[in-house]
């Protein structure tokens, strides 16, 4: 059955082709009004604090939101103010971003609330183009910041925003590619309101989120099915076309976490990243490359297992080791990692870790 917009013949051309767009930005705003969902980063009235967009918006990047929240809690619970944040010691913020992942967001949201406090007096820009100007801020990231805390008409494109214009009409390009991406940001920009702007982009994430969904979207109780030209042409499970998958680069890491115990008190060899790529500047045990086994000068050494890590382009194998050690001297092959302390439990606790090095924390029961 087809779904194709019936416009009126008495109309003059020009209001026609407006019909469609009037009845899109009508029928998601009273969805969100109706059914938007209770998040910490929103408000049940007016718009919610400039802050709390910027931060739930770093965090949002990449990471679904039922993952985000208690993240958000922490976050605003130490943070309660952008100043309390641009003050803070960069590990304590990695800290409470452990287990989030995509570190370089806390890094870049650190260093973001920095130079709003030194470049902007401490007041978040309203703008999309000062926005652009602050480190870790995008196009998606300042235009969310400036509709949903300022209500600026601007267009927003998330992965969910994406698959609901990319069906809404019927766009079977890759939108990954960027001819496609470009026409749905042009799409975006002309769909999002004068009024309400941040209500509207929200309720297009909204019904990516929870109605225009990858698999088995819900398209007979979506707000703007008769719009819909996917779905009237039959074909909404092929858009967007499915991502073709890479072969992930396997890398093997030996991590030998080795002990000492004095006075009852048991201190593990840890080591701080360089401040510089992937898990910049967190604490690790020691990790090498397998293909470096390093040999070492103790009679007490155990085979603990193995586990593995997912990212998006790449697996990691970690053999897990325990060494207990008679002297603080061990024989370890040279690397780019030359800040390491011995620490307790307790000590462990305060810095920012590496989920496989959580696991492995886990693992030897610390």
Same mark, same amino acid.
């Given at each position: 059955?087809?779904?194709?917009?019936?416009e009126?013949?008495?109309?003059?051309?020009?209001?026609k082709?407006?019909?469609?767009?009037?009845?899109?930005r009508?029928?998601?705003?009273?969805?969100?009004?109706q059914?938007?969902?209770?998040?910490?980063?929103?408000?049940?009235?007016?718009?919610p604090?400039t802050?709390?967009?910027?931060?739930s918006?770093?965090?949002?990047?990449?990471?679904?939101?039922?993952?985000?929240?208690a993240?958000?809690?922490?976050?605003i619970?130490?943070?309660?103010?952008?100043?309390d944040?641009?003050r803070?010691?960069?590990q304590?913020?990695?800290?409470?971003?452990?287990g989030?992942?995509?570190?370089s967001?806390?890094?870049?949201?650190?260093?973001?609330?920095?130079?709003i406090v030194?470049?902007?007096?401490?007041?978040?820009?309203?703008?999309?183009?000062?926005?652009?100007?602050l480190?870790?801020?995008?196009?998606?990231?300042?235009?969310?910041?400036?509709?949903?805390a300022?209500d600026?008409?601007?267009?927003?494109?998330d992965?969910?925003?994406?698959?609901?214009?990319?069906?809404?009409?019927?766009?079977?390009?890759?939108?990954?590619?960027?001819?496609?991406?470009?026409?749905?940001?042009?799409?975006?920009? @002309? =769909?999002?309101?004068?009024?309400?702007?941040? &209500?509207?982009?929200s309720a297009?994430? #909204?019904?990516?989120? !929870?109605i225009?969904?990858?698999?088995?979207?819900?398209c007979?109780?979506?707000?703007?099915q008769?719009?819909c030209?996917a779905?009237?042409?039959?074909?909404?499970?092929?858009?967007?076309?499915?991502?073709?998958p890479?072969?992930?680069?396997v890398?093997?890491?030996?991590?030998?976490?080795?002990?000492?115990?004095?006075?009852?008190v048991?201190?593990w060899?840890?080591?701080?990243?360089?401040?510089?790529?992937r898990?910049?500047?967190?604490w690790?045990?020691?990790?090498?490359d397998?293909?470096?086994?390093?040999?070492?000068?103790?009679?007490?050494?155990?085979?603990?297992g193995?586990?593995?890590? @997912? =990212?998006?382009?790449?697996?990691?194998?970690? &053999?897990?080791?325990?060494?207990m050690? #008679?002297?603080?001297? !061990?024989?370890?092959?040279?690397?780019?990692?030359?800040?390491?302390?011995w620490?307790?439990?307790?000590?462990?606790d305060?810095l920012?870790?590496?989920?496989?090095?959580?696991r492995?924390r886990?693992?030897?029961g610390?």
């Open positions: 059955m087809s779904h194709r917009t019936v009126s013949p008495d109309l003059p051309q020009g209001q082709s407006l019909l469609p767009l009037t009845r899109i009508a029928s998601l705003l009273k969805f969100y009004d059914h938007k969902r209770d998040l910490p980063w929103r408000t049940s009235t007016g718009r604090p802050y709390h967009v910027l931060v918006e770093l965090m949002l990047q990449q990471t679904q939101v039922v993952t985000v929240i993240y958000f809690n922490r976050f619970a130490a943070f309660a103010t952008l100043t944040l641009a803070a010691d960069e304590q913020v990695l800290r409470l971003w452990q989030l992942g995509y570190y967001r806390a890094r870049n949201l650190h260093r973001c609330a920095k130079a030194l470049d902007h007096a401490g007041v978040i820009p309203s703008d999309v183009a000062t926005l652009l100007t480190p870790g801020i995008g196009p998606y990231t300042a235009g969310a910041i400036a509709s949903i300022f600026k008409p601007a267009a927003i494109v992965g969910n925003v994406m698959r609901v214009i990319s069906r809404l009409d019927a766009l079977t390009a890759d939108p990954r590619q960027k001819p496609a991406s470009l026409r749905i940001w042009a799409r975006a920009g @002309e =769909l999002v309101p004068q009024d309400r702007a941040g &209500d509207f982009n297009l994430m #909204e019904l990516g989120a !929870t225009c969904t990858p698999k088995s979207p819900k007979l109780v979506c707000p703007v008769q719009e030209k779905l009237a042409k039959g074909i909404v499970d092929r858009i967007p076309p499915p991502k073709v890479k072969d992930k680069r890398e093997k890491r030996d991590v030998l976490c080795i002990s000492q115990t004095a006075h009852g048991t201190r060899l840890v080591e701080q990243r360089p401040s510089k790529g898990w910049a500047g967190m690790q045990f020691v990790t090498r397998a293909a470096d086994r390093p040999h070492i000068d103790s009679l007490h050494i155990t085979h603990l193995q586990i593995t890590h @997912e =990212l998006t382009h790449r697996s990691y194998e970690f &053999d897990v080791w325990r060494v050690c #008679e002297g603080a001297e !061990t024989s370890l092959p040279t690397s780019a990692i030359s800040c390491t302390r620490a307790s439990a307790s000590d462990l305060a920012p870790m590496p989920r496989p090095h959580v492995i886990e693992l030897i610390i």
